[in-house]
């Protein structure tokens, strides 16, 4: 299945993990990709690598262009080189995002400040500049934020991320309403607990493991491809009438799952 066929793609923080995943799966598909990293370059090649050889035969390109999101300057030649590259932009897709954990009362400053400017003032840089070049010709676009179960979720001793991810929920939202007759559709896909390097803490300790996948009713962690494959329905025109939701992939973290034995019943 080719859905994105000839769709042009800029993907942030695409050298690894649920980035490195929706760059493949969109290649598959038919897009083109262009893979921005920050850090990295190697890691970014991989991914490129692994983009081109999912094409099999059909015809694509992929390209990587490094820039730290929470940039303004950075975003700006960012978007510059992706629309040399294509010619135009369809999708953004704004997965660039870092998390640190510290007791809230021992956050340093500087640890809140880059927290919120990678997971939100980036998205919104990336997602105005996007805006602005979507206005300029036909056609409309698509944004897609990749959040997490904790727009809704509080994560204790995760006080920056909760914040910045809750404020994506917003910014997702807010921007759909604005732009939602003018052809640009907005949303988030919310993953709960996905095997990747950002989560390599939990996922080489099979204790920590246990205890982690011991909360999902689905009782397993998600791979990295099962979040691209929402991100590229989302991003297609199968989802033409979709905006302004978050699309939870986690498993069913957020049903509650506590309550799957009716301990607050009286039964």
Known sequence: MERLSGKNVLIT?????????????????????AINYRGGAAQA???????????????????????????????????????EAFGRLDVLVNNAGIQKPCASHEIE?????????????GPFLCAREAIRHFLSRPGGGVILNNSSV???????????????????????????????????????????????????????NPKARGEVESHIPMGRAAEADEIASVFAFLASDEASYVTGQ?????????????????WASGE
């Open 109 to 121: 400053i500087a640890d809140f400040d880059r927290i919120l400017a990678v997971n939100l003032r």
């Open 150 to 204: 904790h727009e809704i979720i509080p994560k204790p001793k995760y006080l920056p991320y909760s914040i910045s991810k809750g404020g994506l929920e917003n910014l997702t939202k807010t921007l759909a309403l604005e732009y939602a007759g003018r052809g640009i559709r907005v949303n988030a896909v919310g993953p709960g607990a996905v095997v990747t390097p950002i989560n390599r803490a939990w996922i080489d």
């Open 246 to 262: 978050t699309f939870f992939a986690c498993g069913g973290l957020t049903l509650y799952p506590e309550f799957r034995v009716a």
């Open 13 to 33: 923080g695409a050298s690894s993990g649920i980035g490195q995943a929706i760059a493949v799966r969109f290649a598959r598909e038919g897009a083109n990709v």
């Open 45 to 83: 090649e991989e991914t490129r690598a692994m983009a081109k050889a999912a094409r099999a035969n059909a015809a694509g390109t992929e390209f990587v262009v490094q820039a730290d999101v929470a940039v303004e300057d950075d975003v700006k030649r960012m978007f510059a080189a992706a629309l």
